[in-house]
C-alpha cells in the first residue's frame, strides 16, 4: 500500500554519536538544493510537534531511571508520528525527505545496546508501516573516537544516551555493522574517520547512485 503512493524519495543518515553527521548533513543539504530538488529534512526522535515533545522526554538527563522497553516504545511512538504526520506526504508530493537518523537508530541503540533484540523490530513494523528509506548513509566511526570528539566541543553539554559509557556505544556500533551487513541493498557504510571533504566525496557518490535509480 505505502509504497503505491511514495513518489519521492528517502534517505536517513545514521552514525554513532561524535561521527560528523550534522557536518555531512549540512553538505548533503547544500547538494541536494543545488541539484534543485525539493527538499525536506527532519530529523528523529522528532520532526513533529508531538514527536518533538516526546524527544524531550527521551533525552532529558533527568530521566535516569527510565527502562528501555519504555525508551524503545516512546522512540517508536515518536516514529510512527513522523512517518504519518511528516515523512508519508513529503514522499506522495514527490519530495527528497532526508532524516536525520531513522529506524536504524532503534535497531542499534534499543535492539542492541539495550538488549532489546528483535522486539524492537516487530514494534517499529507497526511504528514504520513497513516504510524503509531508499538510502541509509551510516557513517563508520568506532565509539571510541567519536566520543573523543564529542568531548572537545567545548560547549557541548550531553544528553541521556550519550551519557553512557563506552562499552554501550561499542554495542551500539556493532549494531550498525550488523544491520549494514544485514541490508546492503540500502545501507551505504561509508568510512568516517576521514577529512570532512573525503567523507563527503564518499556521501555524494552514493547520492549519486541512489538518485540516477530515482524515476519520477
Ligand atoms: P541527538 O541529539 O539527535 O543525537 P545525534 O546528534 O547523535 O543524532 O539525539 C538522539 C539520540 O537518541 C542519540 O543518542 C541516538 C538516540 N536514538 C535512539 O537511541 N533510538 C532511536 O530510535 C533514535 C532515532 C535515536
Redesign the pocket.
Known sequence: MMTQQKKGIFISIE?????G??TQIQKILDDLSARKLDVVFT????GTPISEKI?QI??SPEHGEMCAET??LL??A??AQHVRQKILPALAEGKVVLS???????????GY??GLGACVLTVNQIATGGLEPDLTIFLDLPPKEGIRRKRIEADHTM????QEDLSFHEK?YQGYLETAKQSPHRVCRIDASASVDAVFAQVKAALDQCLARWDV
Request: proline share 3%; no cysteine.
Open positions: 552514525g554513532t554519536d561524535g561521527s553527521k550534522s530529523r528523529e526522535p522528532g524527544r527521551l533525552l525508551e524503545m522512540y517508536a515518536a516514529r536525520d537518523r531513522f529506524l536504524d537508530s532503534s535497531i542499534a541503540y534499543q545496546a539495550r544528553d541521556r544516551l550519550e551500539v
